[in-house]
Every structure is written in structure tokens, then in C-alpha cells.
């Protein structure tokens, strides 16, 4: 495997996301600016597990209730599974009292961010492609859905690595559901070292549903995503 991630490794992240649940034109983002600590628990050429825990968390623009839930999360943790085959989200280690919804949300952001080449000799216009798993705890109102990203290495440095990627999202309600199918799609940039691993990352993300109260389809969620890194 390309990364090489020290043993007992310990750094910390600054991510910060931005959500529009409807129109961008018409809904003001949420924005929310989480620090975590980020820690290599086991490292091998196989398989590297990685510990992150959520240090701070500020919105300052969200409700009362939402600030007292995000209060809540501070502490919990979850974890990622680095391998050959690509990067997998663990369990959350610890529940907390917070919303499950943002460790969760999180975990998937960082996962998408490990987007690292299965084979250790690379070059600049190398490109692969990846089917994401999807959870099998979906909503009662989701039928089906399925997920693909096309991957291409864009700059090397020694030791650093840059990438960029798009990815699309499909998904099939039931009879129940009140916004008919829905579409999504975004692109990311990755920069990576091997022996740190991320150090930026910037994504963003657009869904679309084909709503019955109109012929075109409408924006339900926009996301923008800021990962940063430091010692």
C-alpha cells in the first residue's frame, strides 16, 4: 500500500462543512467548524486503523437545541479501516449523548478523503474506479441505491500526492416517498503525504429530486466540505 502511517501517530484536523438543505438560492448554508484528534492506533502493511475524536465543535449560527446537541457529541469517537482495497468506516466507538447523525456524517467525509490508489506504482493521469458499499440501514422510504466515483492522480511530489475525483449517487424511493428519485453528484481534491496522510481536502456535493410539484428537478441538499491538518 502507498501510505506508510507511523505507529501511534497523533495529529489534529480542522473540518469544516457547510449545508443548504433546499435552494441555495433561496436557504442560508449551515456552516459547522469541528476539530478532532486523529490517531493511528495500529499500523501494518496491510490493514492501518485510525481513531479520530471530536474535540470542539462551533456553529454559531445554528438554533439553541442544535448547539446543546453538538455540545453533546464532543468526546465521542469513531474509526476508520485503511487497506489495499480502499477505506472502510467503523462503528462509532463511543455513543455519546450528541446527534449519531454527525459522527456518522463525519466519518463518511474523512472516508472519502482516504482516497488512496490500490497499487503502489502510480503516475500523474492514473485514474481507477470505486463502487461504494452502501449501508444496509437506510430509511424505510429508500427502495434502492448505488454510488460510484471515478478516481485520477493529478500531481506527484516525492512524497506528496494529489488527486482529484467525481462521484455520482442514485437513489430509488418506495411508493411512501414524496420527492420521487433523487440524484446526486460532486467532485473532491484530495492532497496527500505518505507518511502523514490527508493534509487537505476540499468537496463538494449537490442532490437533486424530481418533485411532483414541478417539472424540473429542484436542489434538497448542497454540501461543502473543508478538511485541514496540523501537527
Not at 448505488?146 to 442514485?170: C, M, N, P, Y
Not at 446526486?184 to 437533486?208: D, F, N, S, Y
Request: with cysteine.
Amino acid at each position: 500500500m502507498w501510505i506508510e502511517l507511523p505507529d501511534r501517530a497523533v495529529r489534529t484536523l480542522s473540518v469544516t462543512t457547510e449545508h443548504i438543505l433546499g435552494d441555495p438560492g433561496v436557504y442560508p448554508p449551515l456552516a459547522c467548524q469541528v476539530t478532532l484528534t486523529e490517531e493511528v492506533e495500529s499500523a501494518g502493511t496491510s490493514t492501518t486503523r485510525i481513531i479520530y475524536e471530536i474535540k470542539t465543535i462551533q456553529s454559531p449560527k445554528s438554533s439553541a437545541e442544535m448547539q446543546r446537541k453538538f455540545e453533546g457529541a464532543i468526546g465521542a469517537s469513531f474509526e476508520l479501516l485503511l487497506s489495499e482495497r480502499g477505506c472502510i468506516l467503523g462503528a462509532p466507538k463511543t455513543d455519546g449523548s450528541g446527534p449519531l447523525w454527525l459522527l456518522s456524517s463525519l466519518g463518511e467525509d474523512l472516508r472519502t478523503a482516504w482516497v488512496v490508489p490500490d497499487q503502489a506504482e502510480f503516475e500523474i493521469g492514473t485514474t481507477w474506479q470505486e463502487r461504494p458499499a452502501m449501508p444496509r440501514d437506510m430509511p424505510d422510504d429508500i427502495q434502492s441505491a448505488s454510488a460510484k466515483a471515478q478516481h485520477r492522480v493529478t500531481s506527484i511530489d516525492g512524497d506528496w500526492l494529489e488527486i482529484q475525483s467525481a462521484f455520482e449517487l442514485s437513489l430509488k424511493l418506495t411508493e411512501r416517498g414524496s420527492r420521487g428519485p433523487l440524484h446526486g453528484g460532486g467532485k473532491q481534491k484530495a492532497r496527500l503525504h505518505r507518511t502523514q496522510g490527508i493534509v487537505e481536502a476540499h468537496k463538494e456535493t449537490r442532490v437533486l429530486a424530481n418533485l411532483a410539484s414541478g417539472p424540473e428537478p429542484a436542489a434538497i441538499l448542497s454540501m461543502k466540505l473543508k478538511v485541514l491538518t496540523s501537527a
